[in-house]
């Protein structure tokens, strides 16, 4: 990052020649390390995706993202959703997980489970019942993305789960919901037709990170298994693998991408791994390697203040609102402590404050996940890149 | 007025004589034990070699398997009945049970993929055989098996490992263009393929059908 660190800058500074940066917003004061020196609000293209919140606008942006649908392949449930999910204990697990296999996992209402990638990428889509709650965990392969929704149908008020169209939008995995029929590109959340065209389903957070770092700090995990209702050959990626010799990395680490995206940027290599950030409209994209060396980031994002917090216990970044008890809040790190600098509270790496005068408040998380630059790029070209 | 155009095509000989004689000679020819043989391995080497294809049949190179499964070991899902005639895509279905050979060999069982690979299989064994057959006559009435072979080629297309055909990802290299343009055409490779081989065996079998004709018109000679 070397002088760049701290700041947020539109994807392709170059083309920012011709647009104005009226929008520019300093973020003011912010003299701990790591924390944001300026924040530009601007974009490389006309910002479609993050300057208008207009009804006719956005179903322009819908329209687009629905004819750009591409066929990936498979028919729909070709790649069969898992909506009978059953667990191992963490003992059972480690017999066939590594430590460095890949793992997204969730704490969802005192529920704390974990999904390999390696049978996730035969699916890519569990429904689970969560304490009698609806939720869908989803993964898709090709743009390396892990993202945890709940929703309700606008038809019928139902609970939302969800199946695989066998489509691409982007190059990402299209849902279908089976209340509606209507389709949801994983990374953009939002119906872009059918009968809840329009909604925008809510995020949960699930952690991207590795089976050894996730048993560590969750001991008591419970993880999916392989007894699915398929015969799958799990523990074979197709796409290759994450852990193992580069030379196998035929997709996740190679530039090539197989199907057309709207837009395109090389600002990183086209699988570089970023924290994808969307709030009100705006998104930034943190870079995922140099960010476990910064640690924290106080920024501004779709007018509200926001903190992005490195988790080194799971290799992961959270992003809250860093607003609480109705003032805006200044985080810094020393080693492994998170401290606000206006009232001296320390907070954990889930955005909860441990002591001092905050304590017991906990932060509002901003709905964040991993995912492969060229896909962000794709659904949002006006983001913001953190650098 | 059609049946008068294939009489005049074919010399005046009814278009169902042809088709009885060449049904005759490829009885016939399957009466040899040779023939019969080159039938099935071909067909044998080809559902193995579609399987391949498909994904039906995995090598893994970089994971031991073994950690997953017993090595060896057979799975077969109890909600077989359930899945056996599911698609996956046109023309390929899911797996209903899997045999764990080695720890870096798996070989998946659906029972529509083999029926169909056996199919084609079968077509590729009899162009193949027909070709073999024709060898053992004049040198200008042989016939060459390549029609048959290369119709065959499609076939091997169709499968998807995941969000992503098998070939996009192991010959097209993630060329975007040709990617799109072959899944926009995909379903119709299996119907390619089985009209390919069906119309090449017709043409070689009604050449085959011509030359036993005229070789026995003339001094015989065993085609054995």
């Known amino acids: 990052m070397g002088e760049d660190r701290g700041t947020v800058i539109p994807a392709k500074k170059s083309r920012l020649s011709g647009f104005s940066r009226r929008k520019f917003i300093a973020a003011s004061g912010l003299g701990a390390a790591g924390i944001l020196s300026a924040f530009y609000f601007g974009s490389i293209t006309p910002s479609e995706t993050s300057q208008s919140q207009s009804p006719a606008f956005e179903e322009v942006i819908l329209n687009k993202f629905a004819k750009s649908i591409q066929v990936g392949g498979p028919g729909k449930d070709g790649i069969p959703p898992i909506d009978n999910p059953k667990y191992l204990a963490v003992g059972e697990a480690n017999k066939i997980l590594t430590d460095e296999d890949v793992v997204f996992g969730l704490e969802h209402g005192g529920v704390v489970r974990a999904y390999p990638q390696i049978v996730m990428v035969w699916h890519e889509i569990v429904n689970e019942n969560i304490n009698g709650e609806r939720i869908s965990i989803t993964y898709c392969p090709l743009t390396g993305s892990a993202v945890g929704f709940k929703g309700l149908s606008k038809v019928n008020g139902e609970p939302l789960t969800f199946g695989t169209s066998g489509n691409l939008v982007n190059s990402n995995l299209l849902m279908y919901d089976r209340q509606s029929d209507s389709n949801w590109p994983q990374i953009l959340g939002t119906a872009i037709n059918g009968l809840n065209k329009g909604i925008t389903l809510n995020h949960l957070p699930v952690v991207w990170t590795t089976w050894g770092l996730w048993k560590e700090v969750h001991p008591d995990t419970q993880v999916l298994s392989t007894d699915t209702g398929f015969v799958k050959i799990y523990g074979y990626d197709p796409y290759g693998s994450y852990t193992q010799d580069p030379a196998n990395n035929y997709y996740y680490r190679n530039p090539a991408i197989y199907f057309p995206v709207l837009y395109s940027n090389d600002r990183f290599h086209r699988k570089k791994v970023v924290t994808g950030v969307m709030h009100k409209g705006s998104y930034l994209a943190i870079p995922k390697g140099e960010f476990s060396s910064i640690q924290v980031a106080n920024a501004t994002l779709g007018g509200d203040p926001i903190v992005a917090i490195y988790d080194g216990g799971l290799d992961t970044t959270r992003v809250f609102l860093r607003r609480a008890a109705g003032r805006e809040l200044n985080f810094q790190i020393s080693g492994t402590k998170v401290t606000d600098i206006e009232t001296g509270s320390d907070w954990s790496l889930k955005g909860e404050a441990l002591s001092g005068r905050l304590s017991g408040t906990k932060l509002t998380a901003v709905k964040s996940f991993d995912v492969m630059w060229f896909a962000w790029f794709a659904f949002f070209p006006s983001t913001l890149v953190y650098g | ?224």
């Open chain 2, 1 to 224: 007025m059609a049946e008068e155009r294939i009489l005049q095509a074919t010399g005046g000989v009814q278009l169902n004589e042809i088709l009885a004689s060449m049904k005759r000679n490829l009885v016939q020819m399957l009466t040899i034990s040779k023939y019969r043989k080159i039938v099935l391995i071909v067909a044998i080497a080809y559902v193995v070699v579609y399987l391949l294809a498909i994904q039906d049949i995995v090598f893994v190179a970089d994971r031991d398997l073994g950690r997953f499964n017993a090595i060896p070991s057979i799975q077969i899902l109890e909600n077989w009945r359930e899945l056996i005639f599911r698609p996956r895509v046109t023309f390929y279905w899911e797996a209903i049970g899997q045999v764990f050979l080695t720890n870096n060999i798996v070989v998946q069982f659906s029972v529509p993929n083999i029926l169909l690979g056996s199919l084609m299989g079968t077509l590729m064994g009899l162009n193949v055989a027909v070709a073999a057959y024709s060898l053992s006559c004049a040198r200008g009435c042989r016939v060459r098996p390549y029609g048959g072979i290369i119709g065959a080629l499609p076939s091997f297309f169709t499968g998807f490992a995941c969000c992503t055909p098998t070939f996009v990802v192991a010959i097209l290299g993630g060329n975007v263009a040709l990617s799109v343009g072959i899944l926009s055409v995909r379903n119709l490779f299996i119907p390619i393929a089985i009209s390919a081989m069906v119309l090449a065996l017709l043409w070689s079998a009604q050449k085959m059908a011509a030359l036993v004709d005229l070789a026995s018109r003339g001094p015989r000679k065993s085609l054995a």
